[in-house]
């Protein structure tokens, strides 16, 4: 087995470093590194080894490999970062460099995803796996429509929550500063080829209810497509196998409410943080931090209120009543509304109240911001189902015009 990690910053050395850690040796962590960080990496004494940090402990992990994908900048003196070109449409000496792709994690930026999914699209096939951990919603909409229209040429794709608390303290070196989890989603197949959740549904009561990684694939029998089911089932065994991260394997509706619910506290936290410049515990000291918080969580739950309703009628539409099944539609779950995910964005900021999240340090050092793909996800969703996100639509207006500015560090003063 061959797992590929791209995007190695605080989130993709932690799955990296747990993945290599708990593999056995003869299966291999591949490190992609964007061609401008390679010569960085390439400097790193002792074979660029990661490191996480957990408590004032400092954890390292070698044996990785780390190749770059990119347009070269720099030659590096390392093997393992030949240089190699991925502009050409179909470059022979890139995938014979990265090779075919069977398991990628991707834990990019939210807006770099499509982008490197077109950059690895050759070295990616329909029996590969795609893990989605990054942060936002709306990041898969965007792939498949413009990477993957095509259904019968799709990779599989996992979604993903991740909760843990990272930041980056500088080239492979993480720091964990909270123990969350990682919840996996695997997207239904769009042919209809295979339920994942087939043992789940199967279940005479909900208490039964359990995932199978048998739905994935019986690797003792040889089948069509055999290799994408496989690459599934080993993708989705590796993680959860990889203690360090907590990963779980849920209902795929389920991974839904968690990033929804996610997103809201990103889509409070980070934009509020970034314009104030202070730590996540700053943004809830005043009242009108709570206000706005509260005004979030109104607006979102308004929203996935309107997203529900609408999937529910879809779901109607498609029932079949010769079924002889009662169409039965799920409630509107709990976790989404206001309330609770109030206490949500409250316990987050309590819990990181020290660290500086994500969108503090992209707009201090003037880097392209996740804004689009949180608050700009609630606003693109209102419009959609004739909703107003007015302090959504604030938040998202001053991240852009503070990003076309200069920093207050960067000013010169007359």
Same mark, same amino acid.
């Given at each position: ?143 498949? *429509? ?103 394997? *849920? ?98 900021? *309590? ?64």
């Amino acid at each position: 087995m061959r797992i590929h990690v791209v995007g190695i910053g605080a989130v993709g050395n932690f799955v990296a470093f747990h993945l290599r850690k708990s593999l056995h040796p003869r299966h291999s962590v591949v490190a992609l590194h964007r061609s401008e960080t390679a010569k960085l990496i390439s400097d790193l004494p002792n074979g660029a080894p990661l490191s996480i940090e957990r408590d004032g402990t400092l954890f390292s992990q070698d044996g990785l490999i780390h190749l770059p994908y990119g347009e070269p900048r720099n030659r590096v003196r390392r093997s393992d970062f030949a240089p190699a070109s991925m502009d050409a449409r179909d470059d022979p000496a890139v995938r014979q460099t990265i090779g075919p792709i069977d398991s990628l994690i991707v834990t990019s930026k939210a807006f770099a995803v499509r982008t490197i999914m077109r950059k690895l699209r050759h070295n990616l096939s329909r029996d590969s796996t795609i893990v989605l951990l990054h942060n936002g919603m709306g990041v898969y909409e965007t792939v498949i *429509e413009d990477v993957y229209p095509d259904p019968n040429d799709r990779p599989n794709f996992v979604l993903c929550s991740n909760t843990h608390g990272l930041y980056s303290k500088g080239p492979l070196h993480s720091v964990h500063s909270a123990v969350g989890d990682i919840k996996l989603g695997i997207v239904p197949d769009p042919l209809g080829r295979r339920n994942y959740e087939a043992s789940y549904a199967a279940a005479s009561r909900p208490a039964d209810a359990r995932l199978s990684l048998d739905d994935l694939a019986n690797v003792s029998s040889e089948q069509p497509d055999g290799a994408r089911y496989v690459n599934l089932r080993n993708t989705i065994a590796a993680l959860l196998h990889a203690p360090g991260l907590c990963a779980t394997w *849920e209902p795929v509706t389920d991974v839904h409410i968690a990033m929804r619910r996610k997103l809201v506290v990103n889509a409070f936290v980070n934009p509020v943080s970034a314009l104030l410049q202070c730590n996540n515990g700053g943004v809830l000291k005043s009242q009108y931090g709570r206000a706005t918080a509260d005004r979030i969580c109104r607006e979102a739950e308004h929203v996935f209120r309107r997203q529900w309703s609408a999937e529910v009628n879809e779901q109607m539409l498609a029932h079949n009543p010769e079924s002889g099944a009662e169409f039965q539609p799920a409630p509107f779950p709990r976790e989404l509304n206001a309330q609770i995910m109030r206490r949500e964005i409250q316990r987050v900021v *309590e819990l990181t109240k020290n660290n500086y999240s994500s969108m503090y340090m992209d707009v201090k050092l003037r880097r392209p911001t996740e804004i689009d793909f949180l608050n700009g996800y609630l606003v693109r969703m209102g419009y959609r189902h004739k909703y107003r996100t007015i302090m959504n639509m604030s938040l998202m207006h001053l991240i852009k015009m503070r990003g076309a500015i200069p920093h207050a560090a960067h000013a010169v003063q007359s």
